[in-house]
């Protein structure tokens, strides 16, 4: 089931053309888009299918590709509009039947290739919520076509898969929003623009942690063959990784198989371990606040067995990223100057997830594995235990903690002070003025961020997507880099803009993946 990701891609994106047309009536909406168009000059580039900003509250039409999982959420944050597809590799699973009986309009697929050659002209945008290494093959997919894409993080499963969604999403101007959902906070933006703006002055250090995995992960690849189910399309489950023999579960009435419908994530031809599941969620406010770009180091120490096949039970990683410059909007710009420059000094990034080997726990593993207790007593004195997801910032002029794994939530220790204070609460935060838009919209984080990007599409404003795919994209480079960390057992020396591993040749298989024969990014 699809839950939750290069062969022979081309350099050069193939290029523009005016976008298709939607149903509205079709004939008529084509004629109406025909005249509107002649009338403004143009039609703008990478507009989708229903010409937006000129009926604001037009339905859109949205196909979703993964239907289960996360794929449940996404599909529902977009109820408001016209879910006109659902597509997954399992029409047996639970979430199959309670689709396609709250969605009874909607043509169900198994291959988007098939819905896409089927149902092209009458889709505007695409959800996205299937395993980490199909993501890039469907997004791109979708963007070729014009459609806007809403896809789950990490964004995709190698770098070069990022670098060229970024590329794709920016030369054909497409909305796009990545699902980390705690972009959608007011906490989490009030920290990215007060820690900008000198909260806690120049940050040397950051320290974040996860309690994933709690999937199986240091397995080796079983051995044997079972039957494929006779409701799963096992080729398209593939996808473009190699091609393995499907085991179902270990135990006779389980439910959750070696690798579908949950536990592909420890595997690494398919997911991107605990680092990929949850750095673009717990980096978010570090990556944004700090304006951390390209690493120029990166070492990883795994917990008990690495392999080949999978991820191990634990990690601790290191990213060292040189000195850097943001921008942050002028409160009054005028005509020569409309932002200011920041100047960050190097920092060094650690992450760490899992804990030390234990096969009776969940996950495989103690759940130890967090920042050294000499920079966690004032947690613990806060909270009376150490959380066991988390982000702590060390600045020159303090400290600023985040207990969740969203950044929706902080607390703030200025230098001098003997405790945290929850931002709410502490007198420093009323000299920062709110500069970052927030997010109007109602409902919950993953209604709030859908409706994001709906609004946007619209709107036709790639630009009002807080983790549009040139934010998102930058943030899943940095994460999937202590991916390749652990798979080739070294540090890696970075070269960002040439995307190569200077000192580790062994790296570019895991930068670029050979994709199986017949799929590619579009």
């Known amino acids: 089931m699809y839950h939750g990701r290069v062969s022979k891609p081309t350099e050069t994106l193939p290029a523009l053309q005016v976008p298709e047309t939607a149903e509205l009536s079709r004939v008529d909406r084509r004629e109406f888009i025909k005249t509107t168009s002649l009338a403004a000059g143009a039609l703008a580039f990478g507009s989708p299918a229903l010409l937006r900003g000129q009926n604001l509250n037009s339905k859109l039409n949205i196909a979703c ?5 996360k794929g449940r959420s996404d599909t529902d944050a977009c109820a408001g509009e016209n879910i006109v597809a659902l597509c997954d590799v399992d029409s047996g699973s639970v979430a199959y039947e309670t689709q396609t009986q709250k969605y009874p309009s909607a043509k169900f697929y198994k291959d988007f290739r098939e819905m896409f050659d089927q149902m ?4 505007d945008a695409v959800t996205i919520s299937t395993p980490d290494h199909m993501h890039a093959i ?10 806007a894409v809403f896809c789950q993080k990490p964004l995709t499963q190698t770098i070069y898969e990022a670098r060229y969604l970024r590329k794709m999403a920016h030369e054909r101007k497409i909305v796009t929003q ?15 623009e007060t820690i900008q703006d000198g909260l806690i002055g120049q940050v040397h250090e950051v320290h974040v942690w996860t309690n994933r995995p709690i999937w199986p992960q240091a397995m080796d690849r079983p051995a044997g063959e079972d039957p494929v189910p006779a409701s799963l399309d096992w080729d398209m489950w593939i996808g473009p990784a ?31 371990g605990a680092l990929g599941d949850m750095a673009c969620h717990t980096v978010n406010v570090p990556f944004r606040a700090l304006d951390l770009g390209y690493p120029t180091e990166i070492e990883a120490m795994p917990f008990g067995k690495m392999n080949k ?12 990223f040189p000195k850097r410059k943001g921008h942050i909007p002028l409160e009054h710009p005028h005509l020569f100057h409309h932002d200011r420059k920041i100047e960050h000094d190097p920092v060094t990034l650690f992450w760490y997830d899992g804990g030390q080997p234990n096969p009776a726990l969940r996950g495989g593993h103690d759940l130890t594995n967090k920042p050294p207790v000499e920079l966690t007593a004032d947690i613990l004195a806060l909270q009376g235990k150490i959380p066991d ?19 929706t939530n902080f607390f703030i220790k200025l230098k001098g002070e003997e405790k945290f204070v929850n931002y709410l609460k502490h007198p420093a935060m009323a000299q920062y003025p709110e500069r970052i838009p927030r997010n109007p919209h109602p409902g919950n984080l993953v209604q709030a961020h859908a409706l994001e990007w709906i609004t946007a599409i619209k709107e036709n404003k790639p630009e009002m997507c807080y983790s549009r795919f040139d934010v998102g994209a930058r943030l899943t480079e940095i994460m999937l880099l202590g991916c390749v960390s652990l798979r080739t057992g070294q540090k890696i020396e970075w070269d960002g803009p040439k995307m190569v591993a200077k000192n580790c040749p062994q790296a570019a298989p895991f930068i670029r993946r050979q994709d199986r024969s017949g799929w590619a990014l579009s």
Not at 65 to 69: P, Q, T
Not at 120 to 123: C, E, H, K, P, Q
């Open 242 to 272: 190699p091609m393995r023999p499907y085991k179902g579960s270990r135990e006779p009435k389980g439910r959750d198989g070696i690798y579908e419908p949950f536990n592909w994530r420890g595997w690494q031809d398919f997911g991107t």
């Open 138 to 147: 469907a997004a791109s997919m979708a963007m070729k076509r014009k459609k």
């Open 309 to 320: 096949e999978s991820y191990p039970v634990g990690s601790k990683i290191r990213f060292a």
């Open 120 to 123: 092209g002209d009458r889709v």
């Open 389 to 407: 997801s988390g982000c702590l910032m060390i600045g020159d002029g303090g400290t600023v903690f985040s207990p969740d794994d969203y950044g």
């Open 178 to 192: 990545m699902g980390n959902q705690g972009s959608a906070s007011d906490g989490l933006r009030r920290a990215v």
């Open 65 to 69: 590709i993964g239907i289960g999982g």
